[in-house]
């Protein structure tokens, strides 16, 4: 309870954190009861007929991919045989993978990766439109932030705008929804097995860590999504929405267990996201990037300035991650820096100390023990830093004290 109680200091700063902290506080003291706990209001666990409908396309789309193709036929390959809604996919539409959807699709994602960007991208942007049952056509799409001028920001909006209208006449023309409706049992499993190894009282413990809070946390299935499982590892997309007046986090999460695939059965038992360390930590982790990436972006110039710590060796570890640069790389590891405490906040010791093994010395965040140890200060100071946002350029401290030798040593 001393974390907790540090956090009182908080208020005044923040007098609205006093229902979440006596919240908090309640469910820390019923940790061990067994009386099954709701969730908070604010944590749903769904699945997303725009993002599978999207990730449907993508199957389609391989044979005509120009770049990564060699990654994405190996990604289907394998994923085909242990991801039933992939398999079953491919059985209903595989014959659309000459249409004019497969090779739009594909010709979006070479033009967003020439462009430095990903599929996650579109998370967002899939997410702010209405969801395709609704009837109601996509809207234009507008870029709030890139990093793009024109004319190339004006052409990637067109080429997302009509994308969008393709997507949802690909959805309305095939009868898509029809799938969803005949594997809704498969999906309804999946988002139990997600909802029941959430930990109660995470949302309460993240916006009183980072001082600011948000008005719905959606953790979205995605059985569609594919990505080679491996040691129970999984994919997951954050994405933040601002829609009818509300900020939403979501979190968009590929399977990480497999289930190998039966055409012989009617229903399944196992639903690809029953395993408690993935699930818990792929949620936390995304909805703390937006918390935490958005936040970073005044300091590009000075995380900039401790690129060279990005070494060789550290760049060749972080591959096999996605992190591509040393500004991913700190985002990164400030983000599981957030994981840990807030394992700390909740009283869970068990978490907490699985995480800082986990990503310091399977994941090779090295700079993690530093990191945690200057976040105490920040913990302990809230009149000071209400803000996690507040304390960045004390956290950023930690990488101008430090060295390449360091970096090497470490990763040996």
Same mark, same amino acid.
């Given at each position: 309870?001393?974390?907790?109680?540090?956090?009182?200091?908080?208020?005044?700063?923040?007098?609205?954190?006093m229902q979440k902290l006596l919240t908090l506080g309640i469910l820390t003291?019923?940790?061990?009861?067994?009386?099954?706990?709701?969730?908070?209001?604010?944590?749903?666990?769904?699945?997303?007929?725009?993002?599978?409908?999207?990730?449907?396309?993508?199957?389609?789309?391989?044979?005509?991919?120009?770049?990564?193709?060699?990654?994405?036929?190996?990604?289907?390959?394998?994923?085909?045989?242990?991801?039933?809604?992939?398999?079953?996919?491919?059985?209903?539409?595989?014959?659309?993978?000459?249409?004019?959807?497969?090779?739009?699709?594909?010709?979006?994602?070479?033009?967003?990766?020439?462009?430095?960007?990903?599929?996650?991208?579109?998370?967002?942007?899939?997410?702010?439109?209405?969801?395709?049952?609704?009837?109601?056509?996509?809207?234009?799409?507008?870029?709030?932030?890139?990093?793009?001028?024109?004319p190339q920001k004006k052409g990637l909006e067109q080429l997302i705008s009509?994308?969008?209208?393709?997507?949802?006449?690909?959805?309305?023309?095939?009868?898509?929804?029809?799938?969803?409706?005949?594997?809704?049992?498969?999906?309804?499993?999946?988002?139990?097995?997600?909802?029941?190894?959430?930990?109660?009282?995470?949302?309460?413990?993240?916006?009183?860590?980072?001082?600011?809070? $948000?008005?719905?946390?959606?953790?979205?299935?995605?059985?569609?999504?594919?990505?080679?499982?491996?040691?129970?590892?999984?994919?997951?997309?954050?994405?933040?929405?601002?829609?009818?007046?509300? $900020?939403?986090?979501?979190?968009?999460?590929?399977?990480?267990?497999?289930?190998?695939?039966?055409?012989?059965?009617?229903?399944?038992?196992?639903?690809?996201?029953?395993?408690?360390?993935?699930?818990?930590?792929?949620?936390?982790?995304?909805?703390?990037?937006?918390?935490?990436?958005?936040?970073?972006?005044?300091?590009?110039?000075?995380?900039?300035?401790?690129?060279?710590?990005?070494?060789?060796?550290?760049?060749?570890?972080?591959?096999?991650?996605?992190?591509?640069?040393?500004?991913?790389?700190?985002?990164?590891?400030?983000?599981?820096?957030?994981?840990?405490?807030?394992?700390?906040?909740?009283?869970?010791?068990? $978490?907490?100390?699985?995480?800082?093994?986990?990503?310091?010395?399977?994941?090779?965040?090295?700079?993690?023990?530093?990191?945690?140890?200057?976040?105490?200060?920040?913990?302990?100071?809230?009149?000071?830093?209400?803000?996690?946002?507040?304390?960045?350029?004390?956290?950023?401290?930690?990488?101008?004290?430090?060295?390449?030798?360091?970096?090497?040593?470490?990763?040996?």
């Amino acid at each position: 309870m001393a974390i907790i109680q540090r956090y009182l200091l908080t208020l005044k700063q923040k007098p609205n954190l006093m229902q979440k902290l006596l919240t908090l506080g309640i469910l820390t003291l019923l940790i061990s009861c067994q009386t099954p706990k709701k969730h908070s209001d604010k944590f749903f666990t769904n699945f997303n007929k725009n993002i599978e409908t999207y990730f449907l396309a993508e199957l389609l789309s391989i044979n005509h991919r120009k770049t990564n193709k060699q990654w994405e036929e190996y990604k289907l390959k394998t994923c085909k045989e242990y991801q039933p809604i992939v398999a079953k996919a491919l059985a209903d539409f595989g014959n659309l993978n000459q249409s004019k959807i497969a090779i739009e699709t594909a010709k979006l994602n070479d033009t967003l990766v020439s462009l430095g960007y990903g599929n996650d991208v579109m998370m967002g942007i899939l997410l702010e439109q209405p969801e395709f049952n609704l009837l109601q056509e996509p809207s234009d799409f507008k870029f709030s932030y890139t990093h793009l001028k024109n004319p190339q920001k004006k052409g990637l909006e067109q080429l997302i705008s009509d994308y969008l209208k393709l997507l949802y006449n690909f959805y309305q023309n095939e009868n898509i929804d029809d799938f969803y409706e005949k594997n809704i049992r498969f999906y309804n499993g999946a988002i139990n097995e997600v909802q029941t190894h959430i930990p109660e009282g995470f949302t309460e413990a993240m916006e009183i860590y980072y001082g600011d809070d $948000r008005d719905e946390y959606i953790a979205l299935v995605s059985p569609m999504m594919i990505w080679p499982i491996e040691d129970n590892e999984g994919r997951g997309i954050a994405a933040t929405v601002k829609k009818d007046g509300k $900020r939403i986090v979501y979190e968009v999460m590929s399977p990480y267990v497999q289930v190998p695939v039966d055409f012989t059965k009617n229903n399944y038992d196992q639903f690809g996201f029953d395993y408690q360390p993935r699930a818990r930590t792929l949620t936390i982790h995304e909805f703390g990037h937006s918390f935490v990436n958005s936040e970073l972006v005044p300091y590009q110039k000075q995380i900039e300035r401790h690129s060279y710590l990005f070494t060789d060796r550290l760049e060749k570890v972080m591959e096999t991650k996605g992190v591509q640069d040393w500004n991913v790389h700190v985002i990164e590891s400030f983000v599981r820096l957030g994981e840990i405490r807030i394992a700390e906040i909740q009283n869970d010791k068990k $978490r907490a100390d699985y995480l800082r093994n986990y990503h310091t010395n399977l994941e090779d965040f090295i700079f993690l023990p530093q990191l945690e140890e200057k976040i105490i200060e920040f913990e302990n100071n809230r009149e000071k830093y209400p803000m996690w946002k507040n304390f960045i350029p004390e956290l950023l401290s930690v990488f101008e004290e430090s060295t390449t030798e360091f970096v090497n040593k470490k990763l040996k």
